[in-house]
C-alpha cells in the first residue's frame, strides 16, 4: 500500500531517458474516487494549467521516485479539469469530514491510501482528530469498503454506516 502524502514531492522520472521531468504536487480523481493521475508543477507561478500525468502511464510509484512511460505522457491541463483532488482541487479530500450516518464525525482525512496493483481504488483513509488527539491517542485508519457504495464520497462530507470510534483501526507508529 502507498499513502498519498508520502508520494507527493517524489521526482517524476521518464523511464526511456531517466531523466527527471517533474515533482508529484497532488494527485486527482474522477466522480467515484477513483485515482486518475498524478499533478505535477504549474508551467508558470501564474499558470491556470498545470502539468499531469495519468495513472495509466505510471509504471511504478516507489519510496523514491515515480516512474512514467515518457514525457509524451505530460498533458497540460486546466486547473479547473481537476475537479477532485487529494490537496488542491475544487473538492479536496484531504480534511474532508468523516461522518456517519447517524451523524457522529469520526475524523478529518489526514492521508489517504491505495494499492497501485490492486487497481486505483482507495483502500483506506487515515483519520485525525486535530493535532493535540493526535499526539494523545494517536490516529485512526479507516479501511475502505470492498463495495463502494457502502460510503458516500460527497463534496463536503464522507459518509459511512452507523459505527463509533472503537471500531476504527489504530495507525500502527511503524506504518510508513
Not at 34 to 43: D, H, K, N, T, Y
Not at 95 to 120: A, K, N
Not at 133 to 151: H, N, Q, T
Request: hydrophobic fraction near 45%.
Amino acid at each position: 500500500m502507498i499513502k498519498l502524502q508520502q508520494m507527493i514531492g517524489l521526482p517524476v522520472i521518464d523511464s526511456r531517458k531517466g531523466k527527471r521531468l517533474g515533482t508529484v504536487k497532488d494527485a486527482w480523481f474522477d466522480e467515484h474516487w477513483l485515482l486518475r493521475g498524478i499533478v505535477m508543477e504549474a508551467r508558470g507561478w501564474f499558470s491556470k494549467f498545470v502539468r499531469a500525468v495519468l495513472w495509466d502511464d505510471v509504471l511504478t510509484c516507489g519510496e523514491d521516485a515515480v516512474f512514467i512511460i515518457g514525457a509524451g505522457s505530460i498533458r497540460s491541463m486546466r486547473m479547473t479539469e481537476i475537479q477532485r483532488s487529494f490537496q488542491s482541487g475544487c473538492i479536496r479530500l484531504k480534511d474532508l469530514p468523516v461522518v456517519t450516518i447517524e451523524g457522529i464525525q469520526l475524523g478529518r482525512v489526514s492521508d489517504v491510501y491505495f494499492d497501485p496493483y490492486r487497481g486505483t481504488q482507495i483502500v483506506g483513509y487515515e483519520l485525525t482528530d486535530g493535532f493535540v488527539a493526535d499526539l494523545m491517542e494517536g490516529r485512526k485508519w479507516l479501511r475502505a469498503p470492498e463495495d463502494p457504495d457502502v460510503f458516500m464520497l460527497g463534496e463536503d462530507a464522507i459518509i459511512v454506516p452507523a459505527m463509533n470510534e472503537a471500531d476504527l483501526e489504530p495507525v500502527a507508529a511503524s506504518d510508513p
